[in-house]
């Protein structure tokens, strides 16, 4: 009996020690599963926050070639401008080549305006001596017709 009660004993102890290692390995197997639920978790997140970064990537892409329809647009109206500008200033360096133009002609018809007055003042002092020489020829001829009807008529 003691054999028996002895391997009884030894039974129980492996018994003990199989329902340990049992407990363990629920243990272990559920932590394996916690772990594997978790890193599929972790997986699912990544898968989200991926998915949402290739939404935001997409989003971004949308957005970066409306910016560049926009800005191919703006360079066209940017040539415009120029095309117009250039002209403009043709236009400006023409008017401002009549405008010297006009300003020589202008400068030479002061200068003419200038010597048209002296003459207009040495034709004045002309004619006022011209003025004064026919009065005093008056004077003089009004004498001489006084002398000649005198002596016509002692004749």
Do not use: P, W, Y
């Not at 800005?71 to 117009?84: N, P, S």
């Amino acid at each position: 009996m003691d054999r028996l009660q002895q391997a009884a004993g030894q039974q129980a102890g492996i018994v003990r020690q199989l329902e340990e290692r049992a407990a363990r390995a629920d243990q272990n197997a559920a932590l394996v599963e916690l772990r594997e639920q978790t890193a599929l978790k972790a997986a699912a997140e990544d898968k989200g926050r991926e998915a949402e970064a290739r939404r935001e990537a997409a989003e971004q892409r949308g957005i970066a070639t409306s910016l560049g329809e926009r800005c191919g647009a703006l360079q066209k109206d940017l040539e415009q401008a120029r095309a117009v500008l250039a002209e403009r200033e043709g236009d400006v360096m023409t008017l401002n080549e009549q405008f010297q133009s006009k300003s020589r002609d202008f400068k030479q018809l002061e200068a003419r305006a200038g010597e048209l007055k002296s003459r207009q003042e040495a034709l004045h002092v002309v004619l006022g001596d011209a003025k004064e020489n026919a009065e005093a020829n008056s004077t003089a001829n009004k004498g001489l017709i006084a002398q000649v009807a005198k002596l016509e008529g002692e004749l």
